[in-house]
Nanobody
Framework: QVQLVESGGGLVQAGGSLRLSCAAS????????MGWYRQAPGKQRELVAR???????NYADSVKERFTISRDNAKKMVYLQMNSLKSEDTAVYYC?????????WGQGTQVTVSS
């Protein structure tokens, strides 16, 4: 059983920063990838950033150089530092954990960027 709980969302002005956190519990293994996705109203859920068990990262083109994903395997935490936020970053952000091809999701945290 895997549980993911996101926190850190909120309302921020364009150009500001937020740090999202995801607390994982259950069958979490440091070798498996974790990531952040987002879903804006009327749009499909999309990958924002992903980090493997050995720390390799990949980002959506739209957030490169602005967002940074990291993880603390000992604490079973994954983070998303978001800088230079834009109005188009407004969405519900979801934490994701992939275990042997099965995706697990948190409940999401709302990020709203005002212009």
């Amino acid at each position: 059983q895997v549980q993911l709980v996101e926190s850190g969302g909120g309302l921020v002005q364009a150009g500001g920063s937020l740090r999202l956190s995801c607390a994982a519990s259950g069958s979490i293994f440091s070798i498996n990838p974790m990531g952040w996705y987002r879903q804006a109203p009327g749009k499909q859920r999309e990958l924002v950033a992903r980090i493997t068990g050995v720390g390799r990262t990949n980002y959506a083109d739209s957030v490169k150089e602005r967002f940074t994903i990291s993880r603390d395997n000992a604490k079973k935490m994954v983070y998303l530092q978001m800088n230079s936020l834009k109005s188009e970053d407004t969405a519900v952000y979801y934490c994701n954990y992939n275990l042997l091809g099965t995706d697990y999701w948190g409940q999401g945290t709302q990020v709203t960027v005002s212009s």
